[in-house]
């Protein structure tokens, strides 16, 4: 040995990072099964053949999974941090009417952790696998001394496509229209940071059990999309019901209209405990409410599209008077 430092020993494993690759290749493969990527050996970036399109338009997404990360890494639920960071940004290209074509994700941490990795990389393929979006590649980043060891920067990013003329307009929204919103599977990835500080603050207000319960993935809505297309009703705006509640999510697709909603009890027992120490008005402009996803569509149109979607429910209608009015039957 001539003494001298190696990149190993400064906290970077390129060789076992390069043998992780050869370790997802069969996730990584899962998701090239629906769509291929061009000319894609040997290449430094991915590329996708838009020819089947005749006036594609390119749609693109970027998010994280939040502070629900810091739970998940502590329950080592690796898995359902990748299905969770796919869905953040899938969910958000289908509101387009577009299709989920590539997905990359970026890791960083402190040192290489095969099984965290791998556990990440399988959620993301059964995600993506699900919706036909392939993962195109990614960076795993070791940053000893900058990340810290119990911390992972975790960010998705999906670019999909579009038929010019198949593309979502909410400049179509007009009085009298009728919002369908569809289920959640929990509070999905928003809201942590204040479902962390009520935990933080009453230790006893949910068991293990009900708090495994709300870790439940952020769903992926492409089956409400495909239903509703079969149908031929084009709806004329989509909303994926992140952080902000649904207020803030469907006010941004109005011009000088607004919205009451009248949703259905969210029958969900860890979230009802919860809600015990928050705001009662605030809850609405935090969580989901148990509705993720919402279609609007004329109102000669909701029964076509309550037949086909998985679960789909009038919540409202659209109005002139501007903002965006919750109500919760039956709390």
Not at 167 to 189: F, K, M, N, W
Request: aromatic share 6%; proline share 4%.
């Amino acid at each position: 040995m001539s003494g001298k430092l190696t990149y190993k020993e400064s906290g970077v494993d390129t060789r076992e990072a390069a043998a992780l690759v050869g370790d997802i290749g069969t996730h990584v493969r899962r998701t090239q099964q629906q769509r291929k990527l061009y000319g894609a050996f040997g290449l430094f970036a991915a590329a996708f053949d838009l020819s089947e399109y005749e006036k594609p338009v390119i749609v693109t997404g970027c998010d994280g999974v939040g502070t629900k990360l810091d739970i998940l890494l502590q329950k080592e639920e690796y898995g359902i941090a990748g299905k969770d960071l796919v869905a953040m940004s899938v969910n958000d290209i289908i509101t387009t009417g577009g299709d989920p074509l590539m997905f990359l994700d970026y890791v960083g941490i402190a040192a290489l952790d095969k099984r965290m990795i791998t556990e990440l990389i399988a959620g993301m393929c059964d995600y993506l696998e699900d919706c036909g979006c392939i993962l195109a590649g990614g960076e795993t980043a070791e940053m000893p001394g900058i990340v810290p060891e119990d911390v992972v920067e975790l960010a998705g990013f999906c670019i999909g496509a579009c038929e010019k003329e198949n593309l979502i307009d909410p400049t179509q929204l007009q009085e009298g229209d009728v919002l369908v919103g569809y289920p959640s599977d929990g509070p999905h990835a928003n809201g942590w940071s204040l479902i962390r500080r009520v935990i933080a603050e009453h230790p006893d207000a949910l068991s293990e059990e009900e708090l495994q319960s709300l870790l439940a993935p952020t769903r992926l809505y492409h089956d409400v999309v495909a239903d509703i297309r079969k149908t031929g009703v084009t709806p004329k705006a989509y909303a994926h019901i992140t952080g902000g509640g649904l207020p803030e999510n469907i006010e941004r697709l109005f011009q000088g209209l607004g919205a009451d909603l009248e949703i259905p009890f969210w029958d969900n027992k860890p979230m009802r405990k919860l809600f015990e120490f928050v705001d009662a008005e605030d809850k609405f402009h935090t969580f989901n409410m148990g509705i993720g996803w919402v279609a609007i569509v004329s109102a000669d149109e909701a029964d076509a599209i309550l037949a086909a979607g998985p679960g789909g429910a009038v919540i409202g209608k659209v109005v002139s008077q501007e903002g965006v009015r919750v109500i919760e039957k039956g709390a």
